[in-house]
């Protein structure tokens, strides 16, 4: 295969991607940061560092606030390390082009 043929085949991909990207997966989230910066300070205030209550009121105020898109809280957490910081995670949201993850810090 030669480079023309490459590019002949690789150009016209990422030019559909970029195309997808600009016009159509920024326009899909379901989230306002606005909001869920409101909700999480909400929280915070009423609950400090009680990490369980905290997430099941984070949790209910998600769903009252966006209904079925969230999914339901089961106190399953994943451990995850990345970029070196050791945190759990549970996953709230898995729509088609982004998710909502909640973490806490391990003690």
Not at 49 to 62: C, K, V
Request: proline share 6%; hydrophobic share 50%; aromatic share 12%.
């Amino acid at each position: 295969m030669n480079l023309l043929s490459l590019a002949r085949t690789t150009i016209p991909i990422l030019l559909i991607l970029a195309l997808l990207d600009k016009y159509f997966l920024g326009t899909t989230y379901i989230f306002d940061p606005v909001r869920l910066q409101e909700i999480c300070k909400v929280s915070i205030a009423r609950f400090g560092n009680d990490t369980e209550l905290l997430m099941r009121d984070i949790h209910a105020s998600l769903k009252d606030e966006y209904g079925k898109a969230i999914l339901p809280y089961e106190n399953k957490w994943v451990l995850n390390n990345a970029g070196g910081a050791m945190v759990r995670a549970t996953p709230f949201l898995w729509p088609f082009v982004g998710f909502a993850v909640l973490t806490r810090r391990e003690p």
